[in-house]
């Protein structure tokens, strides 16, 4: 596909992964939209890359919908990456015997499967209208899983479940989208050095860089964000799930 004057929209673009992801594709010569519920932060980034913003909710279909419709202006829309969501610590059962909040369960399960539904749905059948290219592709989603839906640690029942129903949603996603033209594929990242993850002291974050088989650091967003560059250009993936994570398998804790 050809990145240059195609439109993309990146959810969570405001911060870490989303926002790499964003400058990558501006540097291609992308119209990017920006669309976080943090609205000062997607401000700063679309002025930072030269494109447009859009605060709002991913759990909430008509701000998706609004998001999609700006970044269809044009009839150019061909790329959306999904990378709004967050994680979630508690055990099926805590120390007390008390059963996991059925709360927070829903809360990630909405933010994270829901979140990601909304949008590529909604992106989906925009770039369904926009003219095909020679091969007959029309665009491209790309989702954002996480080794938890492999590797879930003690206290992620949530954030697995969650991210392995992103994983889940990737071949049937493609299968329905081929015949207009219109990828799907799912990254996979391991320990990334996100806002998240900054908060931590600098031991523990030394002490998960070393976790990792090989090279031992933490990813940095801007290597997530040339994977979905890579992705966008090779019509060939498709339907795939990629693990981005060094080599890592998580450990029990």
């Known amino acids: 596909m050809e990145i240059s004057n195609s439109s993309a929209i990146v959810t969570g673009g405001a911060s870490g992964l989303g926002a790499a992801t964003c400058r990558a594709l501006a540097e291609k ?23 447009e913003y859009i605060g709002g909710d991913v759990t909430n279909p008509d701000d998706c919908q609004r998001a999609v419709d700006l970044a269809a202006e044009g009839d ?13 610590a508690e055990r099926v059962i805590n120390r007390s015997g008390e059963p996991h909040s059925a709360q927070g369960f829903e809360f990630i399960l909405r933010l994270n499967v829901i979140g990601t539904f909304n949008v590529m749905t909604r992106a989906a059948a925009a770039m369904a209208k926009v003219a095909p290219g020679e091969d007959g592709e029309r665009g491209v989603v790309v989702n954002t899983a996480s080794v938890a839906a492999f590797d879930g ?11 392995g129903a992103v994983v889940a949603m990737t071949l049937p996603a493609a299968r329905d989208l081929s015949v207009v033209g219109i990828r799907v594929v799912t990254i996979a990242p391991g320990l990334f050095d996100t806002p998240l993850l900054a908060t931590l002291p600098e031991d523990q974050r030394r002490a998960l860089g070393e976790s990792v088989l090989f090279p031992k650091v933490l990813g940095l967003p801007s290597q997530y964000g040339q994977l979905v560059v890579s992705i966008a250009q090779n019509r060939y993936l498709n339907g795939e799930v990629l693990r981005l994570d060094g080599g890592i398998r998580m450990p029990p804790r």
């Open 29 to 51: 010569g992308a119209r990017v939209v920006v669309f976080d519920r943090n609205e000062d932060g997607a401000k700063q980034v679309a002025a930072e890359i030269g494109g």
């Open 76 to 88: 150019e829309l061909r790329i959306a990456v999904n990378c709004a969501g967050t994680g979630w």
């Open 153 to 163: 640690q003690i206290g992620q029942l949530a954030y697995s479940a969650s991210k």
